[in-house]
C-alpha cells in the first residue's frame, strides 16, 4: 500500500529534517521550549511519514518492534536510575546531583536571563534525554501496533 | 419527538456554555509564593534556565516519572488490545 513515487521522494528528503529537529528538541529541553516528550513525539512523526509513504512490512523489515521496546524499556530505566542515584550522593529522590559537582552538565548558571550553555542543568537534560527515549519507543510501538494491522496487499492506487 | 429532544439538549448546553464563557467573571486567584520563589530560585537551584523544564523534571520529578509510568502503561494496552490474532510467533506453545 505505497504511496506514489512524489510522496516517497518527499518523505526521503524530510526524514532527516524531522530527525535532527526532534534531537534538537530533545537536548535543548532544559534552554529553550520543548523537552523530552514533545521531542519524542517528533521523532516519532518521522516513523508516521515512513509508515505513510511506504508500507509496513517494508518499514517493519528495517526497523523491527525490538528496537523500540528496547529503547522504551531503557529510556524508563534511566530515568528511575537517575533519580534513584541521587540517594547515593546523600539527597532526596529526584536531588540534583550532577548540578555542581558531576563530570558534565555542571556548569552554574547565572540568575537573569543569559544566551544559555548546553552544559547546564544538573539531572535536568539527562532526564530530557532518558524521556525523550522512552517517548520516541512508546509512539513507535503505538503507531506500529495501530497501523501494523492493516491489510497491506490488493488496490494500491 | 427524538429532533425536539435533540434540540432541547442542545440548546441547554449551549446557554450553559454561554453563561460559563460569558457571563461569570473569572474572579481573583489567590495570591501565592511559589511562583515567585521558582522565578527567583530555579536558575539557581536546577541550573536550567527554561524554568518551565526546572519545575517539570526537578522539582515535580515524580510527576513526571508517573507520567512515563503511564505512557509505558498505555503502551502495553495498546500492544494487547491491537495484537496480530494468528500470526505464527504470537501463538502460545499449548494452543
Known amino acids: 500500500m505505497s ?12 526524514m532527516p529534517f524531522i530527525l535532527v529537529f526532534g534531537f534538537y528538541i530533545v ?20 516513523i508516521v511519514l515512513l509508515m505513510v509513504a511506504y508500507s509496513c512490512d517494508e518499514v517493519c523489515t528495517s526497523l523491527s518492534k525490538n528496537i523500540l521496546k528496547n529503547s522504551e524499556t531503557l529510556g524508563l530505566l534511566l530515568f528511575i536510575g537517575t533519580a534513584l542515584f541521587a540517594l547515593t550522593a546523600g539527597l532526596a529522590f529526584f536531588g540534583n546531583w550532577i548540578l ?27 532526564l530530557n534525554i532518558a524521556v525523550g527515549i522512552e517517548v520516541l519507543g512508546a509512539m513507535g510501538l503505538l503507531i506500529l501496533a495501530m497501523l501494523g494491522g492493516m491489510k497491506g496487499d490488493g488496490d494500491a492506487e | 419527538m427524538k429532533n425536539i429532544l435533540q434540540a432541547g439538549i442542545l440548546a441547554v448546553c449551549a446557554v450553559a456554555f454561554l453563561v460559563a464563557g460569558l457571563g461569570l467573571s473569572f474572579g481573583t486567584p489567590a495570591y501565592t509564593d511559589m511562583d515567585d520563589y521558582m522565578l527567583l530560585h530555579g536558575q539557581e537551584e536546577t541550573g536550567s534556565n527554561n524554568i518551565v523544564s526546572g519545575v517539570v523534571f526537578d522539582y515535580r520529578g515524580f510527576d513526571t516519572l508517573g507520567e512515563a ?27
Open chain 1, 100 to 126: 555542581d559537582t558531576g563530570p558534565l552538565f555542571a556548569t552554574p548558571v547565572a540568575f537573569g536571563i543569559n544566551p544559555g550553555n548546553l552544559n547546564t542543568g544538573g539531572i535536568v537534560p539527562v
Open chain 2, 69 to 95: 509510568t503511564v505512557l509505558f502503561t498505555v503502551v502495553l494496552g495498546a500492544g494487547l488490545v491491537f495484537r496480530r490474532l494468528g500470526k505464527k510467533e504470537d501463538e502460545y506453545e499449548y494452543e
Open chain 1, 3 to 14: 504511496m506514489s513515487n512524489l510522496v516517497r521522494s518527499g518523505a526521503n528528503i524530510l
Open chain 1, 27 to 46: 537536548v535543548h529541553g532544559h534552554l529553550s521550549p520543548g523537552g523530552g516528550f514533545q521531542g519524542g513525539a517528533v521523532i516519532a512523526t518521522a
